[in-house]
């Protein structure tokens, strides 16, 4: 199996200066760089540059996976959008680690395939052949612009992104059972687009999440429809036209996630009873999901059972309208199905199948079983050396 790499670096705050470029092309010859990007793939070999050093000084997002199953995301912030202290509650464990960098903060989670099941790398990388990787990109290029999209709700305030960094952290076993976990937050049930590709991404399991959601989360008044807009209005002129003349130097959801965030610092905390809402133990989690996935498997095999009874209904309608085609011309659809046979193609043997299972059934219908039996006994012995046709006769029960 051939190896692969993938490496990839968005610049979202400003865009490299010339200098940075040159910095960066030195870490790699072959790389596609643009001002706000980095783009590798390895399949021999790997990265000469330090990731770590790139994302203190150029980036302000990285994302990572081999074909092995490693992955990796790296997001940086201001110390003043996101307090290291605050980051620091959700890492709990290896696979969410925070560090401060002069005045950056920036969050390292990884999700490693310890058990070598790669069953979902094809269908999230568009990789189908190992052997033969080529040189042009496919949807892997997708995953990063999408998740550093929740950059600017962690700036925010919005805190999903960092309980499903906990999250990481307890689905791999690194929080014991009787550690508190952080407190819930709003939304954990309808996840944005950039957050459930990070969910994807990085393997988080699904039931975990919904297990999690279920629980009773601080309020965020901001998601309330009406409540940001009876805000703004409230703010004072001074910090309204601020925000304004911000607009016109500054990338506009930077501004948006400031607003948002001293919305959110602006309103009333909640009270005593209410500072525990949604807190819960890695084990009272754990024990929570067993649940969560029966249900899901539940609906799953009744959706599925409902879909298959579908399917079913549907063939036997079709059939009946073919039936009542055949008996106008019983004896075409059997020179017809002669002729299909003899050409020896695969797919015409499937439509010369469905042939005589049709007028099987329409000889039922008329009460002629014992006559397509014979007919049918004799058309095996003509063409008995035909093996693949005769297999999927067999396999429709004919």
């Given amino acids: 199996?051939?190896?692969?790499?993938?490496?990839?670096?968005?610049?979202?705050?400003?865009?490299?200066?010339?200098?940075?470029?040159?910095?960066?092309?030195?870490?790699?010859?072959?790389?596609?760089?643009?001002?706000?990007?980095?783009?590798?793939?390895?399949?021999?070999?790997?990265?000469?540059?330090?990731?770590?050093?790139?994302?203190?000084?150029?980036?302000?997002?990285?994302?990572?996976?081999?074909?092995?199953?490693?992955?990796?995301?790296?997001?940086?912030?201001?110390?003043?959008?996101?307090?290291?202290?605050?980051?620091?509650?959700?890492?709990?464990?290896?696979?969410?680690?925070?560090?401060?960098?002069?005045?950056?903060?920036?969050?390292?989670?990884?999700?490693?395939?310890?058990?070598?099941?790669?069953?979902?790398?094809?269908?999230?990388?568009?990789?189908?052949?190992?052997?033969?990787?080529?040189?042009?990109?496919?949807?892997?290029?997708?995953?990063?612009?999408?998740i550093a999209e929740a950059r600017h709700d962690v700036a925010a305030g919005d805190l999903r992104l960092l309980y499903l960094a906990w999250l990481l952290c307890v689905g791999g076993g690194e929080v014991a059972d009787h550690a508190v976990g952080p407190p819930l937050p709003a939304g954990l049930e309808d996840l944005p687009d950039s957050l459930a590709d990070l969910t994807t991404f990085l393997r988080i399991d699904a039931?975990?999440?919904?297990?999690?959601?279920?629980?009773?989360?601080?309020?965020?008044?901001?998601?309330?429809?009406?409540?940001?807009?009876?805000?703004?209005?409230?703010?004072?002129?001074?910090?309204?036209?601020?925000?304004?003349?911000r607009l016109l130097s500054e990338d506009p959801k930077q501004v948006a996630a400031a607003l948002r965030r001293r919305l959110?610092?602006?309103?009333?905390?909640?009270?005593?009873?209410?500072?525990?809402?949604?807190?819960?133990?890695?084990?009272?989690?754990?024990?929570?999901?067993?649940?969560?996935?029966?249900?899901?498997?539940?609906?799953?095999?009744?959706?599925?059972?409902?879909?298959?009874?579908?399917?079913?209904?549907?063939a036997v309608v079709a059939r009946r309208g073919r039936v009542t085609v055949l008996a106008g011309d019983r004896e075409g659809a059997w020179a017809r199905a002669e002729d299909l046979i003899g050409r020896r193609v695969g797919r015409d043997y499937a439509t010369a199948v469905q042939l005589l299972a049709d007028l099987a059934a329409l000889a039922e219908q008329d009460g002629a079983t014992a006559e397509f039996d014979e007919r049918l006994h004799d058309l095996r012995q003509r063409h008995r050396t035909k093996k693949a046709f005769l297999r999927e006769l067999t396999a429709v029960g004919l």
């Fill in 1 to 146: 199996m051939s190896e692969f790499q993938f490496y990839q670096f968005v610049a979202m705050e400003r865009p490299l200066t010339a200098e940075q470029m040159v910095e960066v092309r030195r870490t790699s010859t072959r790389a596609e760089i643009t001002p706000t990007s980095f783009v590798n793939t390895y399949q021999w070999g790997d990265f000469k540059g330090s990731c770590e050093q790139l994302m203190e000084s150029c980036y302000d997002a990285h994302l990572y996976f081999a074909n092995w199953g490693d992955r990796k995301v790296v997001l940086r912030w201001s110390a003043d959008d996101l307090p290291l202290e605050v980051a620091r509650r959700y890492c709990a464990g290896p696979s969410a680690q925070v560090r401060q960098a002069g005045d950056r903060v920036i969050l390292t989670l990884r999700s490693e395939d310890e058990d070598g099941d790669h069953d979902d790398f094809d269908d999230l990388f568009d990789r189908g052949d190992w052997g033969d990787w080529g040189d042009e990109h496919g949807a892997e290029e997708h995953w990063l612009p999408s």
């Fill in 207 to 245: 039931d975990l999440v919904t297990a999690a959601a279920t629980g009773r989360p601080q309020p965020d008044p901001v998601l309330e429809p009406g409540f940001p807009g009876e805000r703004v209005a409230a703010l004072p002129d001074e910090d309204k036209n601020a925000l304004l003349c």
């Fill in 264 to 314: 959110r610092q602006d309103c009333p905390k909640p009270a005593a009873d209410g500072a525990t809402a949604g807190v819960r133990t890695a084990g009272q989690l754990r024990a929570a999901v067993s649940d969560v996935t029966a249900g899901r498997l539940a609906r799953e095999a009744t959706e599925r059972h409902v879909r298959e009874e579908a399917v079913r209904e549907a």
